[in-house]
């Protein structure tokens, strides 16, 4: 019997009742290593003694208020926090519940610009086939991945999909990544062009594709190219780093790594790292200059924007990073993890391409690899098997669909707290490969 709306009638998961560092136990005492934090969330791991201290410090002072009547120190704090770690110009924080809702508020705080600037008529929003920006409808309709959007068409925001912005090592050895970037950006401008660049209000786009593709960076130089044609034309460029943000590369904003800078970014998982449901909005001065045009403020809100325990918990998670210099333990811990994935993985007939940056890594499912055919011949729900394998063995990974041609194809996501050992990281990998 179950009263949950969000778990399938046949399936009853084990239940967690406790976590420390990178490993999880159920209430049957079945213990479990979080290999890929949920779902790139647990940054810190479980158990964080410097986070949970904040939250109950703010949770004895004070759980919530209201926005409408009160800021927090913690919000104020967190939001100064974010803008040091950016790059100049991204100046101001709206502090949301999650990573949806940020997309949410991202899109409308492009259409109420435009609406300001006197543009009403830029509405249209281009995304990529593959991606995946939140669940709720309107960042579900600028998603491009087939499988999760099918059910509900039409969706109430038309948007429109281009090419992505990856090119796989093993897939498509015809064409090298040089010409790749420049065929991915060139359909960003066609698809302007077609709509009518005057009728184009934001390109929205993860910086690394994480779910719906399996943690893939964009060819080099390609943001570079879609920077200058997103200027070209008057486009806001919205870089969705919900997943990719925070750290998770090694950089404290994914988009560092690319050279470049979004006019509005978006980013929630590992910002509360778990601890508590929480998401943020990061835009420019000339974005934020323009809502005090006409209407005076952002037309936006909800009741637990900016909440206080939220926030403190945010504010701890990230101040750990900094303090622990984190960033850099990504970036050493990610080179291992990949040389050990590669080492252990690369052989196996069923293992694509295994590409990532940080501690954010895919490993691509296909049928054999050794077959010939290229693209590989994607394989079907392997990963699923492979997550409840895993899952039996102790490992948590994160399977995904949607690798090759946006509805077929696996592969699953790996995604480790940034406190992960190299022996743990052994471990998981031994595990992963026996459960393969
Ligand atoms: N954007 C991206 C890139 C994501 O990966 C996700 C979650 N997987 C979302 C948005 C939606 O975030 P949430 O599930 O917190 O609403």
Redesign the pocket.
């Known amino acids: 019997m179950t009263y949950l709306f969000h778990r399938s009638l046949n399936n009853t998961p084990p239940a967690i009742v406790g976590g420390l560092g990178i490993n999880l136990w159920d209430s049957a005492g079945n213990t479990y290593i979080d290999a890929s934090g949920g779902?790139?969330v647990s940054c810190l791991g479980h158990g964080h003694p410097a986070v949970i201290a904040a939250i109950k410090k703010q949770v004895d002072e004070i759980a919530y208020a209201h926005t409408g009547f009160f800021t927090s120190e913690p919000a104020e704090k967190l939001a100064a926090n974010l803008v040091q770690s950016a790059p100049n110009g991204l100046n101001h924080v709206l502090l949301v519940s999650?990573?949806?809702?940020?997309?949410e508020a991202a899109i409308k705080m492009a259409r109420q610009y435009y609406i300001e600037k006197g543009y009403p008529q830029r509405y249209n929003i281009i995304a990529r086939k593959q991606?995946?920006?939140?669940?709720?409808l309107g960042?579900l309709a600028t998603?491009g991945n087939i499988p999760r959007r099918e059910n509900f068409l039409p969706l109430l925001i038309q948007t429109h999909h281009i090419d992505p912005c990856f090119y796989f090592r093993y897939s498509y050895d015809q064409e090298d990544e040089a010409c790749y970037a420049e065929r991915a950006a060139r359909s960003l401008e066609n698809k302007i062009l077609e709509l009518g660049p005057e009728t184009v209000m934001a390109f929205v786009a993860?910086t690394v594709?994480?779910?719906t593709s399996g943690a893939v960076p964009a060819v080099l130089d390609y943001f570079k190219k879609i920077r200058e044609i997103c200027d070209r034309y008057g486009i806001l460029l919205i870089l969705?780093?919900?997943?990719?943000g925070m750290g998770r590369t090694g950089y404290q904003w994914a988009f560092e790594a690319e050279g470049i800078q979004p006019d509005i970014c978006?980013i929630?998982?590992g910002l509360g790292g778990g601890y508590q449901?929480i998401?943020a909005v990061i835009a420019t001065d000339e974005i934020y200059d323009a809502m005090k045009l006409g209407s005076g403020s952002f037309q936006h809100g909800h009741t637990y924007m900016a909440h206080p325990t939220a926030a403190a918990a945010a504010l701890a998670v990230q101040e750990t990073i900094q303090r622990e210099n984190l960033l850099s333990a990504v970036k050493e811990r990610g080179d291992y993890f990949a040389q050990m994935l590669r080492n252990s993985l690369e052989d196996l007939d069923c293992v694509g391409d295994i590409r990532g940056r940080g501690l954010l890594w895919g490993v691509e499912l296909v049928q054999n690899k050794k077959d010939g055919n290229r693209p590989f011949s994607p394989s079907v729900n392997l990963a699923t098997k492979l997550k409840k394998t895993a899952f039996k063995n102790g490992l948590i990974i994160y399977p995904n669909s949607g690798t090759i041609n946006g509805r077929d194809g696996d592969h699953i996501l790996l995604a480790p707290p940034f406190i992960i050992s190299h022996n743990e990281i052994d471990n998981v990998i031994a595990i992963l490969k026996n459960s393969i």
């Open positions: 779902a790139a999650g990573g949806s809702e940020a997309v991606s995946y920006h939140g669940n709720t960042a998603g993860e594709v994480g779910a969705d780093e919900v997943m990719c978006t929630a998982k449901p998401g």
